[in-house]
């Protein structure tokens, strides 16, 4: 059996990825460009200033640790900043600008993130009567008819994120953002899923 493909999916909606998109939300950071807004999260006024080329450079850097952390480790130690438990490290040198702008904002994401953690929890369970991969093994099957091979084995992450806006999006090398509603739209999301299937097996 050694030689049987083996795929791994880890879905969660996890609190520091929610919480890197409502400080990305309050801080007015525009990168990933394609990356929507949260919804039931104030966001900035129109007139408010963008944030700094610093802050946004510093931002994305946390964002692809937080999102892909083996894949992306630090240079420097990772120091945890005040106000949100253990769900924010930055490198103690190069990220003062943001560690200074985010502090404020630590008590209204943490809660934002908690929430919409625990709502995702509690849809999957009344969603999918326990059975959250029916979705991806249907994915992989379709894949392997349609090419007339075993899918290689690969791994794959998938956030499902309160978006304001419906879609998938690739945010790591392994993990894709999926909107909350379209993950439960059994048929739209298989289709939504296949492609990503499809550029890992």
Sequence with gaps: MADKPQWLIREDAS????VALALRQRLGIRVPEDLPSLRELAVRAPDAADASPAIE???????????????????????????FDT????????????????????????????AAHDRYVSS?????????????ASAIAEFEREVGRRAHSFELNVQ???????????IGALT????DGLRRDVVAFDAAIRPVIAELA
């Design 176 to 179: 894709v953002a999926v909107t």
């Design 160 to 170: 499902v994120l309160p978006f304001s806006q419906r879609g998938i999006w690739w």
């Design 15 to 18: 609190v520091p990825v929610l």
């Design 57 to 83: 450079a510093q931002w994305r850097d946390y964002w692809d640790m937080t999102v892909e952390p083996r894949a992306h480790p630090s240079d420097v130690p990772l120091e945890l900043i005040d106000g």
């Design 87 to 114: 769900l924010v490290a930055l490198p103690a040198r190069g990220a003062e600008e943001l560690a200074d702008a985010i502090a404020p904002q630590a008590t209204s994401a943490l809660l934002y993130a908690r």
């Design 124 to 136: 999957m369970k009344s969603h999918t009567g326990g059975d959250a991969y029916r979705a991806y």
